[in-house]
């Protein structure tokens, strides 16, 4: 079964269909009637596709078990075809486009039970997926493909050569997949100076996004946050509650982190945890969504020149 606790929770919907096509009028004049001997067709249909949502995953192998939060089940009559359409909804890490097309599926074959004593000759046609919503396929932005970040370790120990980095290697891996550009990954030791003489440089390097890893906790060397916040214009707590929530969901610690997000000008600052879990996390929890505040950024720098 595939992993999926990396992901984040986000409304997600998927419609899809399945059309029952009569051979005779009169099987339809019976339908509308409500004269099928075995019952309402609509409504007993209806009642067999919502169970089949229900069920999918206790039929399908690879199909997770998911709160299923909306079902609904609409008919539409085109001559002797009997469109269904089924609509699910859920706020979760995966989509719901199986649970539409097997909830549709079931309906077919349940107006086809119901209904072969009275037409033999009743087809069930293009079962299809007709539109998902959510996910990150929802929430691509159009100014990714040409952000410029760098990433920068703030420690000590990685500095002096005593401990290998892996938290910031995870961070450029993380920006790889997301197809943001590293022009620059450093490793700089945990002095307020040097932490503030990079972001000014880079910022005025016309950088978008400059990322640190390190120095976030609560030791006396983690100064990576007090060392960012007067440089920034304006915080973005909206980021910064995305990463700690995401952490907390995993590990009881993550509230400890002082991870900071926040606007040098034009430039998006992040401050993440030193730790190769947490920056893994951190990241995890807002990439590739967070991309889309270029679109903001982009277009005041835009304004700006005109």
């Not at 007709?130 to 493909?145: P, V, Y």
């Not at 915080?235 to 926040?262: C, F, N, T, V, W």
């Amino acid at each position: 079964m595939v992993d999926i606790t990396h992901k984040n929770n986000t409304l997600r919907s998927a419609t899809a269909q399945a059309i029952v096509k009569l051979s005779r009028k009169e099987t339809m004049d019976t339908i509308i009637n409500h004269a099928v001997p075995k019952g309402d067709v609509f409504a007993m249909s209806k009642a067999a596709g919502l169970l089949g949502i229900k069920k999918t995953s206790e039929l399908l192998p690879d199909c997770l078990p998911l709160p299923i939060e909306y079902m609904d089940i609409e008919y539409q009559i085109n001559g002797l075809e009997i469109q269904v359409l089924v609509t699910v909804k859920t706020i979760y890490r995966t989509g719901v486009e199986v649970e539409a097309m097997h909830g549709a599926s079931v309906v077919a074959l349940n107006m086809y039970d119901m209904l072969k004593p009275i037409d033999k000759e009743i087809e069930i046609h293009t079962i299809k997926l007709l539109e998902k919503k959510g996910g990150k396929s929802s929430f691509k932005d159009r100014f990714k493909r040409d952000i410029q970040a760098v990433v920068i370790v703030c420690s000590d120990s990685v500095f002096e050569g005593k401990k290998e980095d892996n938290a910031g290697k995870a961070i450029v891996a993380k920006l790889g997949a997301c197809e943001v550009n590293v022009e620059d990954y450093i490793i700089v030791p945990d002095e307020k100076e040097i932490i503030r003489e990079k972001a000014k440089y880079y910022q005025a390097k016309g950088i978008d996004l400059i990322i640190y890893t390190g120095g976030t906790g609560l030791s006396q060397r983690d100064i990576t946050p007090e060392a960012l916040q007067p440089l920034l214009d304006r915080k973005i707590p909206g980021i910064e509650e995305a990463i700690r929530k995401y952490g907390q969901d995993r590990m009881p610690h993550a509230m400890l982190s002082r991870s900071i997000a926040g606007t040098i000008k034009n430039t998006l600052v992040l401050a993440l945890p030193g730790s190769t879990n947490g920056a893994k996390e951190s990241m995890d929890a807002i990439f590739p969504s967070v991309l889309h505040v270029f679109r903001i950024l982009k277009g005041a720098r835009h304004e700006l020149k005109k």
